[in-house]
């Protein structure tokens, strides 16, 4: 079956460093994008990864390891307005994105 | 206007009642999404047109009729549903997949209550 698992909670304190963890099993796969979702807003787009390694993108990286279908999202630097939730989404064989459940992730002064 | 956009952003509806959600996008992609959010759950894909013909139909409820008119806008047309229908509603958009940008941009979504 299909499965994307990420972890339902986080916290972390302003300034500091936090890595939110995706595992993937999709049917086919198509690279790994991670979205922002804060409260009663639309998710945006925050990356992309198909290719195994590291992906900077200013304060947030991403990374991809497609042989232990695994990825992470870094976040340095944090700043309150991080407080979101934080989606991973695998894309199958026919293009179709499968969503995991969002990681909470709360920042405190 | 800019982006992806919908309407209306909240709505109460009777389990008998007729309605319909609206999503316009301003991107100029061609392929156009309906998901269902509810809360603590993942995602769920409901409709996928791509060039405005439907490619994948998740095993939607028919009480869920979707709509394409052109590739622009996107309507879900709603029928007697029941009180666990009551969800965010997110339309989206992105190029085609052979164009090998896959990103989807979301709109504000729909919160709909059924009573």
């Known amino acids: 079956g299909q499965n994307i698992d990420q972890p339902t909670e986080m916290t972390a304190t302003e300034g500091a460093i936090v890595q939110i963890n995706c595992t993937y099993q999709?049917?086919?796969?198509?690279?790994l994008f991670w979205y922002q979702q804060h409260a009663g807003e639309a998710p945006t787009f925050l990356s992309y990864?198909?290719l195994d390694g590291l992906e900077e993108k200013g304060r947030f990286s991403s990374f991809l390891s497609r042989s232990k279908g695994y990825s992470y999202l870094l976040l340095k630097e944090l700043q309150m307005k991080d407080s979101a939730s934080y989606l991973c989404?695998?894309?199958?064989?026919?293009?179709?994105?499968?969503w995991g459940a969002g990681t909470k992730l709360i920042i405190k002064p | 206007e800019t982006g992806v956009t919908q309407t209306p952003r909240h709505l109460v509806m009777g389990m008998t009642n007729k309605k319909s959600l609206k999503c316009e996008q301003h991107?100029?992609?061609?392929?156009m999404y309906w998901y269902k959010q509810s809360a603590k759950k993942p995602l769920e894909l409901m409709f996928v047109?791509?060039?405005?013909?439907?490619?994948e139909n998740n095993s939607v409820p028919s009480r869920f009729s979707p709509e394409c008119p052109n590739s622009s806008h996107l309507f879900l047309h709603l029928h007697t549903l029941q009180p666990e229908d009551s969800a965010l509603y997110l339309c989206?958009?992105?190029?085609?997949?052979?164009?090998?940008?896959?990103?989807?941009?979301f709109g504000p979504g729909t919160r709909l209550t059924v009573t």
């Open positions: 989206a958009s992105s190029q085609a997949w052979a164009s090998g940008s896959y990103e989807q941009y």
């Open positions: 991107l100029g992609h061609n392929a």
């Open positions: 047109y791509s060039l405005e013909e439907r490619v």
């Open positions: 999709t049917s086919g796969f198509n690279g």
């Open positions: 990864n198909v």
């Open positions: 989404a695998s894309m199958d064989s026919n293009y179709q994105l499968i």
